[in-house]
C-alpha cells in the first residue's frame, strides 16, 4: 500500500474486505448539553436548576447555537458540534422508551445442524410494537451487549442479529430496544473537527466569496460555451438547452475556471423540480467525463439514501452503458446484503467476515483495489470509509444528487472529509430545496433550520442568484401531466416549471370513471373521520382516512391495470404510514408509503389523489390552492355545499393576507415538556 495513505500516526482498523480506516473517537454524552435539551433551551430556567460552573459552559453553547450566520470556521464548527452532541442525546432518549419484550432469543444454526462459529441470533417482534415504532434498516440492538442487526423481515416482524464481540447470549428473556447506529455521530463529529485543521481549504464551500468577474465575465463565459457545447458528443439528442448547459458547466469545470478570490472552483448548482432530469444529466456529464479518458479523473457520487444511490448506480450501468470494472457501489457495512439488487451485484462487494461462515456482509476493498475504479456511489454517511481510509484528495469530483434533501452537516461529511488540501476538486450539488428536506424532531432545531440543506442555503447568497456559470435551473418537467404540476410551479417556482413539449404523454389515467372530470387527473375526496393518538403520544393515525385510501389504491390496480410498484401513499404521520405498510402486505408489498409532503403533488405522474379533512388541510395556504384548483375543475368530492362556501370565503381572505406557509404539515412531534425520565448518569450507564 502506498505510503501516502498512511500520513498520521494514528490508531487503525481493518474493516471487512481489506480496508484500512483511522479509528473515530467516540462521542460521550455530557451534562452541559443533556441539560440544554431537558430545559427545552431555557436559560432561565436553567440557570435555576444547574449548577453555576456547568450553567457558564452552558451559557457559551447556547450562544454559538444562536449565532445564526457564524463568523469564521471555528464558530461554524462549534455551533454544528454542539448540535450534533444534542442530537445524538435526543436520539437516545427516544429510543431509550423503545422497547419490547421480555422475548426469548433463538440461536440460528448452520445448514448443517451445527452452530455457527460467530452466534447469531433472531426474536419475532410484537406486532404492537411494530405499529409503534419504526424498525432502523441498519443499526444496533441493545440487549445486555450491542448487537448489530442483520436483516429485518417486516412482514414476519423476524429481526436476526450477530453480537459485536464473539459471545454467546444465555438462555433467558430479553428486552429489546433499537437504537440509530452511533457511527453517524461520531462521523459528524469527526468532519467538524477537520474543518479546525482544514478550514482555509474549505471555507470556499462554507462561505462562499464573491468570484473573481475579472477573469471571465459572464458574457464571455456563454459565448465560449455556446461555442463548446457543440461539439460535446451526447448520447442523445433529447437534452433540452439547460441540461446542455449543466452537463457542459460539469464537464469543463476544472477547465473553465469559475474561481473565488482566493482561486478556488466555486460549487456547481442544478437545481430543478422533481421529473426535471436532474439524475439523468449527472449521469450524462459522468459518461462523458470518463470518455475523456483523464488519469487524474476520479468521481464520488453521494446521496442521502441507498434507494437514490442505487438509483444512480443503475443508470449509470444500464442508461450511460459504463464498464461495470469502473464502478463500485460502496454500502455501509452495516446495511442487510439481503437487500442488494441482481442487477447492481457487479459492482459490489459482499464476503464473509471473520468469525462467520455462513453469511455474507458488504466489504470495502483494500485501498490499492479501490483506487482503480473512475467512480464510487455511496450514501453521504458511507463515505466516511473514505474518508477514515486516507482517501483525501484522491478525487476530482464530487456529486452530491438529492442535495435538497440532506441537512447542512449532512452534506459536509462527504465534501470536507474526502476533498483534503486540493483546491482543483469540482462540487456538484444537485436537488431541489423546495421538496420537503431531512426531518428534525427538536423543535428548537426546527425552528432555527438546522435541517436546512446546503444546496438551499447557498443559494441565498449573493454570488448565487441567477448566474449562469455557477448555477443552473432546470425548467422543464418530462414527468407529470401539466394539470398536477401547475400549482407547485405557481407556488414553488415562481411559474417558470413548466410540462416539457416533448415529454411522452401522461394522459392515459385521465379518463378514468373514477375521475369527476374527464381529462383532468386530480380528485380531492374529503372525509371527516376521527384521529388517533400513537400509545406514546408522537404521532397520529387515522382509520377512516386509511380505509378510504385502501379503496382507492384497489380501484386504481383494478380498473386501470396499474402496478402496485407505480403507485406511492403519503402521509403527513409516521403512525399513519406504518400502518397503511400494514395493511398493504402481500399482494400490494410493492407500493410506496412515505410521510414527504411536497413530493406528494410534484411527483406524481398521471393521476394524484388527496383524501382528508378539507376544512382542516385548507389552513395550511399550499393545500388551500391545490383544493381551489380542484374545485375550480369540479374534482371535489365529498365536501358539504355549506362548507365548500365557508371555504372559498378563507381562502379568498387568506390571498387578502398574502399568508404563506413558513412550514409544512408535519408528522406530529414527542412531547418534551413531560417530567426528566433519566439523570446523565443513568443515561450513559442505559447507553
Avoid at 449527472?282 to 442521502?304: F, G, H, M, N, S
Wanted: one cysteine or more; a neutral charge; glycine letters at 4%.
Amino acid at each position: 500500500m502506498p505510503g501516502a495513505f498512511f500520513e498520521n500516526a494514528e490508531p487503525t482498523t481493518t474493516v471487512n474486505g481489506g480496508l484500512v480506516i483511522k479509528r473515530m473517537s467516540r462521542l460521550r454524552i455530557d451534562d452541559v448539553h443533556y441539560n440544554l435539551l431537558q430545559h427545552k433551551f431555557d436559560m432561565v430556567q436553567l440557570r435555576k436548576n444547574i449548577d453555576p460552573s456547568i450553567f457558564e459552559h452552558a451559557a457559551t453553547v447556547k450562544v454559538a447555537l444562536d449565532t445564526k450566520y457564524p463568523e469564521g470556521m471555528h464558530k461554524y464548527a462549534d455551533k454544528y458540534r454542539a448540535y450534533n452532541q444534542i442530537t445524538l442525546i435526543y436520539d437516545t432518549l427516544s429510543q431509550l422508551r423503545n422497547s419490547d419484550g421480555p422475548h426469548s432469543i433463538y440461536p440460528l444454526a448452520l445448514p448443517n445442524g451445527n452452530a455457527s462459529p460467530m452466534p447469531v441470533y433472531q426474536v419475532q417482534l410484537s406486532q404492537d410494537f411494530c405499529d409503534r415504532f419504526t424498525v432502523p434498516n441498519y443499526g444496533t440492538i441493545k440487549l445486555e451487549k450491542a448487537c448489530r442487526i442483520l436483516h429485518y423481515d417486516e412482514a414476519s416482524r423476524i429481526v436476526r442479529f450477530s453480537p459485536f464481540r464473539v459471545q454467546r447470549l444465555e438462555d433467558c428473556k430479553y428486552l429489546v430496544r433499537f437504537e440509530p447506529s452511533r457511527f453517524v455521530y461520531n462521523a459528524r463529529d469527526y468532519i467538524l473537527s477537520n474543518i479546525y485543521r482544514l478550514q482555509r481549504a474549505v471555507s470556499f464551500l462554507i462561505f462562499p466569496q464573491p468570484f473573481d468577474d475579472d477573469r471571465l465575465p459572464l458574457d464571455r463565459y456563454i459565448e465560449q460555451r455556446d461555442i463548446m457545447i457543440k461539439n460535446i458528443r451526447f448520447s442523445s439528442n433529447s437534452f433540452n438547452q439547460e441540461q446542455r448547459n449543466a452537463i457542459f458547466a460539469i464537464l469543463m469545470g476544472r477547465h473553465i475556471k469559475i474561481n473565488n478570490k482566493s482561486g478556488t472552483l466555486l460549487p456547481y448548482i442544478i437545481h430543478g423540480p422533481p421529473g426535471t432530469g436532474k439524475t439523468t444529466v449527472l449521469v450524462e456529464a459522468v459518461r462523458l467525463l470518463l470518455e475523456q479518458k483523464d488519469y487524474d479523473t476520479r468521481i464520488l457520487v453521494c446521496t442521502p439514501s441507498n434507494t437514490a444511490a442505487d438509483l444512480f448506480a443503475t443508470e449509470l450501468l444500464e442508461t450511460a452503458k459504463i464498464d461495470p470494472e469502473l464502478v463500485f457501489r460502496l454500502y455501509a457495512l452495516m446495511v442487510p446484503v439481503e437487500d442488494l439488487k441482481d442487477s447492481l451485484k457487479p459492482i459490489t462487494y459482499t464476503k464473509t467476515p471473520d468469525g462467520f461462515s455462513d453469511i455474507e456482509m458488504f466489504a470495502i476493498y483494500p485501498a490499492e483495489r479501490l483506487l482503480k475504479f473512475k467512480v464510487v456511489v455511496c450514501t453521504m454517511m458511507a463515505s466516511t470509509y473514505l474518508m477514515l481510509g486516507y482517501f483525501s484528495s484522491k478525487f476530482s469530483h464530487i456529486i452530491i444528487d438529492e442535495a435538497g434533501q440532506a441537512s447542512e452537516l449532512e452534506t459536509l461529511v462527504p465534501i470536507v472529509g474526502v476533498i483534503g488540501e486540493r483546491n482543483d476538486c469540482k462540487i456538484i450539488l444537485a436537488g431541489d430545496h423546495k421538496q420537503l428536506g431531512p426531518v428534525e424532531n427538536v423543535d428548537y432545531f426546527r425552528r432555527n433550520k438546522f435541517n436546512n440543506s446546503l444546496i438551499e442555503r447557498l443559494q441565498t447568497v449573493e454570488c448565487y442568484k441567477d448566474d449562469e456559470r455557477i448555477m443552473t435551473f432546470l425548467r422543464k418537467n418530462y414527468r407529470s401531466h401539466e394539470a398536477i404540476i401547475k400549482v407547485p410551479s405557481r407556488l414553488c417556482y415562481k411559474n417558470e416549471l413548466i410540462a416539457a413539449e416533448d415529454a411522452l404523454p401522461r394522459d392515459k389515467l385521465a379518463n378514468w370513471e373514477g375521475l369527476p372530470t374527464k381529462g383532468f387527473p386530480l380528485l380531492w375526496h374529503h372525509i371527516d373521520s376521527p384521529e388517533k393518538c400513537e400509545k406514546d403520544g408522537t404521532s397520529y393515525m387515522n382509520f377512516g382516512e386509511l380505509e378510504l385510501v385502501l379503496v382507492y389504491v384497489k380501484r386504481i390496480i383494478n380498473e386501470l391495470n396499474v402496478k402496485p410498484v407505480d403507485i406511492g401513499i403519503i402521509s403527513p404521520y409516521t403512525y399513519q404510514a406504518r400502518r397503511l405498510r400494514h395493511s398493504l402486505m402481500g399482494d400490494f408489498a410493492d407500493i410506496t408509503v412515505d410521510t414527504r409532503f411536497n413530493t406528494t403533488v410534484a411527483r406524481a405522474e398521471e393521476l394524484l389523489v388527496i383524501v382528508g379533512n378539507t376544512k382542516i388541510m385548507t389552513k395550511v395556504s399550499c393545500w388551500a390552492s391545490m383544493y381551489e384548483h380542484c374545485h375550480q375543475n369540479n374534482a371535489v368530492i365529498g365536501v358539504p355545499e355549506e362548507l365548500k362556501k365557508e371555504i372559498l370565503v378563507n381562502i379568498e381572505i387568506m390571498k387578502s393576507k398574502n399568508i404563506e406557509d413558513d412550514e409544512e404539515m408535519e408528522p406530529q412531534k414527542a412531547n418534551w415538556s413531560e417530567p426528566k425520565k433519566f439523570t446523565t448518569n443513568e443515561l450513559k450507564e442505559r447507553h
